[in-house]
Nanobody
Framework: QVQLVESGGGLVQAGGSLRLSCAASGSFFRITSMAWYRQAAGTQREFVATITSSDFANYADSVKGRFTISRDNNANTLYLQMNSLKPEDTAVYYC???????????????WGQGTQVTVSS
């Protein structure tokens, strides 16, 4: 299975920037896609951005143009560069990973523990 550890969260002022990281480790054949989700207090978890093994990226409308998702060459580390942060971006950010067990194995989904991002007014 895969273990995901997020880091890089913190407290910033509106208009500031943060860079989140997600390190994937464990036993898997390959990661097919990785994504960022977030959950604000009192709300349901929502999609932020995703990136496939072919580097195709997709973003939620609320972050498009401000956030950039990327990964390393081995597709085992995920990043989220967050610029022009707004108070509405305040949430716990979670890393998600879809990984194939083996050549003929299924694809499983994994979640990290989350990292807090707080944007002050």
């Amino acid at each position: 299975q895969v273990q995901l550890v997020e880091s890089g969260g913190g407290l910033v002022q509106a208009g500031g920037s943060l860079r989140l990281s997600c390190a994937a480790s464990g036993s898997f054949f390959r990661i097919t896609s990785m994504a960022w989700y977030r959950q604000a207090a009192g709300t349901q978890r929502e999609f932020v951005a995703t990136i496939t093994s072919s580097d195709f990226a997709n973003y939620a409308d609320s972050v498009k143009g401000r956030f950039t998702i990327s990964r390393d060459n081995n597709a085992n580390t995920l990043y989220l560069q967050m610029n022009s942060l707004k108070p509405e971006d305040t949430a716990v950010y979670y890393c998600n990973c879809n990984a194939k067990r083996g050549i003929w194995g299924p694809v499983d989904s994994y979640w990290g523990q989350g990292t807090q991002v707080t944007v002050s007014s």
